[in-house]
């Protein structure tokens, strides 16, 4: 798997971070002017999946229900980290394994496999007027697959299977958006984002044993997020997020709601 863009968009993350408080004249504040919130995220992704080594007979799709607790720190007005751990459950549809003893593919039927779903996310508001504004944003998350059993069915004697999935998402990019209503901002964010992560399946039939992984990666790498921030109260807010991720021949998709509560 090629890392450089991954590498790239951590980079670019960092950098905006470390300079531009200097770079727009913003004072660092004092630890009193600094802010916790914690809240809960709930998300789905739908993925289009390619595979580098082999044309597969199905195109393989990826989908996602994520559900993490959020917990964010502002540094500074309009500069924030924000960390998430929760529970994630893939689908996997059309992913075929070839070179196990039997073999095999995971589709809808296969049902979903669980995984403990971290994530870090970066905001920095780099400049804005009255009704306009631009930020920057950065945001990694990693769902590390829990293993699951499968009963190999038509086989004259038992079989099984156990499977793991890993996956990563890497996204950066800038986001407009308009200030000129009170309680909603809505935004739109044009962001580099590459999905990769691997598939391992381990395969037992009585004496027979086979193993063979997987390498996946997103089709499309550039996304478009629209959506809008409300403010409830000066303590409570909600972020509503539809994502779009053009490819050859289609669109893939995701949504995510976020609340936030200051204490």
């Avoid at 863009?5 to 408080?21: A, D, E, G, R």
């Avoid at 303590?235 to 709601?257: I, M």
């Amino acid at each position: 798997m090629k890392y450089r863009p991954i590498l790239c968009s951590v980079l670019v993350t960092v950098v905006f971070c470390i300079l531009s408080p200097p770079a727009f004249g913003q004072a660092r504040p004092g630890l009193e002017s600094s802010r916790f919130r914690a809240g809960l995220s709930l998300g789905y992704l739908s993925r289009t999946l390619d595979l580098d080594e082999e044309v597969q007979d199905v195109v393989p799709k990826m989908t996602g229900l994520l559900a993490s607790l959020v917990l964010a720190y502002e540094l500074q007005p309009g500069f924030s980290l924000t960390v998430q751990v929760g529970y994630s459950s893939s689908t996997f549809d059309g992913l075929a394994f070839r070179r196990l003893p039997y073999s095999l593919v995971i589709d809808a039927d296969s049902g979903s496999l669980g995984g403990i779903l971290l994530g870090a996310e970066v905001e920095k508001s780099l400049f804005g007027g009255a009704a306009f504004g631009v930020d920057i944003r950065g945001q990694f998350l990693a769902s590390l697959g829990l293993n699951k059993n499968w009963k190999i069915p038509g086989l004259a004697v038992d079989g099984s299977a156990k499977g793991k999935p890993v996956w990563m998402i890497a996204s950066v990019g800038p986001a407009l958006t308009y200030r000129g209503w009170e309680g909603i901002t809505p935004f739109l964010c044009p962001r580099f984002d590459y999905l990769w992560g691997s598939f391992e399946l381990g395969q037992t039939v009585q004496d027979l044993k086979g193993n063979e992984k997987k390498d996946i990666k997103g089709r499309g790498q550039f996304g478009l997020g629209l959506g809008a921030d409300f403010k409830f109260s000066s303590s409570l807010g909600l972020r509503a997020e539809a994502g779009l991720y053009p490819r050859r021949s289609g669109t893939d998709y995701s949504f995510t709601v976020k609340t936030l509560f200051a204490f």
